[in-house]
């Protein structure tokens, strides 16, 4: 899942995206200005950022 939200945000905004999909995760990352995105879909999160 991870793997086709980052090549179709690659396609349709431009590289270099990178996502991480789960349930239970946390994170920490640098990501370019206005380009970080964050939801759930139902109990998956969604964790989305450019860099």
């Known amino acids: 899942m991870a793997g086709h939200v980052k090549r179709t945000m690659d396609q349709k905004f431009g590289p270099?995206?990178?996502?991480?999909?789960?349930?239970?995760?946390?994170?920490?990352?640098?990501?370019?200005?206005?380009?970080?995105?964050?939801?759930?879909?139902?109990?998956m999160a969604f964790l989305l950022w450019r860099a």
């Open 16 to 43: 270099t995206w990178h996502a991480v999909v789960g349930q239970k995760y946390g994170s920490y990352v640098t990501h370019e200005t206005k380009h970080f995105i964050y939801f759930y879909l139902g109990q």
